[in-house]
Every structure is written in C-alpha cells, then in structure tokens.
Antibody
Framework: EVRLVESGGDLVQPGGSLRLSCVAS????????MTWVRQAPGKGLEWVSE????????LYVDSVKGRFTISRDNAKNSLYLQMNSLRDDDTAVYYC??????????WGQGTLVTVSS | DIQLTQSPSSLSASIGDRVTITCRAN??????LNWYQRKPGKAPNVLIY???GLQTGVPSRFSGSVSGTDFTLTISGLQPEDFATYYC?????????FGQGTKLEIK
C-alpha cells in the first residue's frame, strides 16, 4: 500500500524557517517524481514544487523561488521542503504527492504551516 | 501562468442526477488536464488524468472530455459519496496550476 506521511508543520513567525518532511512507503520511491502542493485557508490548491527521482530536475512556482528548497533522500524514502523567509501568505496545509506520468496519484494527509507573529 | 476557470463555483444536485463541471483554460494545454476530488479533512484523490483517462479504482460514472480549451468532468448518476469539491489541474506548463474548485452539494 502506498503511503505518504508529512511532518514538520508548525507555527512560525514571519521571516522564520521550517523544514517539512514526507516519508514514503509502499513503492520504489527513487523512481518517482515527487511534488509539494499547498492549500491556504479558504483557498484552492496551489502547486509549489516538484523534483524528479534523481534530483536532476527541480521546479518551483515563482512565489517560492529563492525561499523554498525541495530535496530528497532516496535511501530514506524521504522528500523535504526547506522553507526560509516565510511570509503570512505561506500559511497553508502542505501536501506531498507522488507524480505518476503527469498527475498526482497518491497524496499524504498534509501538515499545517502557520506563519504569524 | 495558465489560468483555469471552473464553472460553476458551487452546485446543488440530487442523488441520481447527471452533473457537469467545466474547466476553461486561457490558452491551449493540449490534453494535459487532470481532475481531483477533495472531501473535507481528506487529501485530494485523482479521478481523471490527461483529459479522459479514468484512474484505476474510480467508478465509471466519472468521465472527462474536451472541446477546444473547455474541459468537462461529468458524473452520471450521482451517489452520496460524490458530494465533495472538485478541482482541475493543468500539467502543460510550469507552474502546474489548479482551478479554483467546484463544490458539489446535496440538494
């Protein structure tokens, strides 16, 4: 059974940093692209970042470029999102998802990031 | 960025109804359009990929189609478990944007 479990969400002050983790199980993690998607309170889904299996292709939405860094450790079946210079509008539930061809076929349950003073 | 506009934003329907949700792209996206279902407190679940591909395990009452840049999700014969919010997503160009969502409620 494919399982994705996010962690690391917390309350952080504007300008602060946070590192999200996503542990995968039930599939050969190293062969799959992985994606972070977020949903702010009362808003829709927003694609944030994607990384391919060997970390050679990394993509970001413009609003997080230069502030967020996606990474992975295939030996630990883990995906990460390092978030720096956090802003109020980064407040959201962050989901990691497995990318299969061009769609997100498995999602985690999400971890809540709240940016507030 | 490619903008996806879903209509309607909300919809009331009855069990057994046929429902259509539209997602309009503001430029060509080929067939690179997916549909997701989201229930409260749960992660999204892919229903349709690449316009009309039915995800494994998804009931056949869900179907997808396209006319130009207007993509359609159709649910034929609504079931109680179908009341949820539906999102389209384009994967043609980075960033892979989502529509704003369509909330399907029980009439």
């Amino acid at each position: 059974e494919v399982r994705l479990v996010e962690s690391g969400g917390d309350l952080v002050q504007p300008g602060g940093s946070l590192r999200l983790s996503c542990v995968a199980s039930g599939f050969s993690f190293k062969y799959y692209r992985m994606t972070w998607v977020r949903q702010a309170p009362g808003k829709g889904l927003e694609w944030v970042s994607e990384m391919n299996g060997d970390s050679s292709v990394i993509l970001y939405v413009d609003s997080v470029k230069g502030r967020f860094t996606i990474s992975r450790d295939n030996a630990k079946n883990s995906l990460y999102l390092q978030m720096n210079s956090l802003r109020d509008d980064d407040t959201a539930v962050y989901y990691c998802a497995r990318t299969y061809t061009a769609h997100l076929d498995y999602w985690g349950q999400g971890t809540l990031v709240t940016v507030s003073s | 960025d490619i903008q996806l506009t879903q209509s309607p934003s909300s919809l009331s329907a009855s069990i057994g109804d046929r429902v259509t949700i539209t997602c309009r792209a503001n430029q060509t996206i080929s067939n690179s359009l997916n549909w997701y279902q989201r229930k409260p407190g749960k992660a999204p679940n892919v229903l349709i990929y690449r316009t009309s591909g039915l995800q494994t395990g998804v009931p056949s009452r869900f179907s997808g189609s396209v006319s130009g840049t207007d993509f359609t999700l159709t649910i034929s014969g609504l079931q109680p478990e179908d009341f949820a919010t539906y999102y389209c997503q384009q994967t043609y160009t980075i960033p892979y944007t989502f529509g704003q969502g369509t909330k399907l409620e029980i009439k």
